[in-house]
């Protein structure tokens, strides 16, 4: 079992940068998984940014170039550096893990971007 919580959501102006940060309960040993969803009011949940198993990264194509996802050394945290923000990207953002081949979710961190 796993347990997840993200922080650093909060209301930003459009061109501004937030750092999520999510905090797992134990060590996660596989990065294959690791990453950031979202989903906007109204909207399915899409995928933002994910580690894949040899350690690459992929990204929405909607925030290439915007948004960074990384992790933390102990291999306990995730984190998710977004950069020139848009109200696009207001949603509320899930971080997952994969932990003895199941997927944990935490309960998201809301992100608005508006003037």
């Known amino acids: 079992q796993v347990q997840l919580v993200e922080s650093g959501g909060g209301l930003v102006q459009p061109g501004g940068s937030l750092r999520l940060s999510c905090a797992a309960s134990r060590t996660i040993f596989s990065i294959n998984g690791m990453g950031w969803s979202r989903q906007a009011p109204g909207k399915e949940r899409e995928l933002v940014a994910v580690?894949?198993?040899?350690?690459?990264?992929i990204y929405a194509e909607s925030v290439k170039g915007r948004f960074t996802i990384s992790r933390s050394n102990a291999a306990s945290a995730v984190y998710l550096q977004m950069n020139s923000l848009k109200p696009e990207d207001t949603a509320v953002y899930y971080c997952?893990?994969?932990?003895?081949?199941?997927?944990?979710w935490g309960t998201g961190t809301l992100v608005t971007v508006s003037s």
């Open positions: 997952k893990v994969r932990y003895n081949g199941m997927d944990y």
């Open positions: 580690f894949t198993s040899d350690g690459s990264t």
